[in-house]
């Protein structure tokens, strides 16, 4: 393992995207999608760090200087920070070992998708205008989005190893069966639109 810096700190670029990012939180938290504490957001840093947001914290009042430094390789915890980092960090983790332009990764838990992907190893859309907006060139084309096995806090903790499977050809998501949505892009925002646009495509289903 590369040795990192104890005590790290964010770049002026990534202290721009972590406000967004917790903008972007709380307008998951105001739409029913993060309430309790329920959801996780991280953006990739420099030298192989992740910037994770912290457990048990609501996500309406999450902030920039609260997300944790992990690092990416080991995915451990640098020691220094007094916070723990959300429990599914891992899937996080394999979406930046997987993807390398994955510049952030929101995670929240919209119920048309928690619902729709329930029970599913797929969700496929056909004939939808929204399935342009995850990537799909014409509504007449058919977008497939893999869907993975949930898992229990113990599996959870390895599961940036299996999180290949789940990357689908086009949509920048990962579904987790009866879960949520993990989207990535370059920007908070941009992750936000993919997690929009697949909700309203699930709400069609329904």
Known sequence: MTRRNPF????????????EMVFVAKQCYERGWSWGTAGNFSLRGCDGLIWQSPTGICKGQLRADLFIPIDLESELQLEFSPHRPSAEMPVHAGIYKCVREARCVVHTHPSAVVAYSRGKKSMTFTNEEMIKALGVESHEQTLSIPVLPNANPEDMKSYSSKIQPGIGKVAKTVVLDGHGVWA???TPIEALGYIEALDILCQQQS
Not at 8 to 19: G, Q, S
């Open 8 to 19: 790290p700190f964010p770049t002026p670029l990534d202290k721009v995207l972590l406000d």
């Open 184 to 186: 990535w892009g370059r």
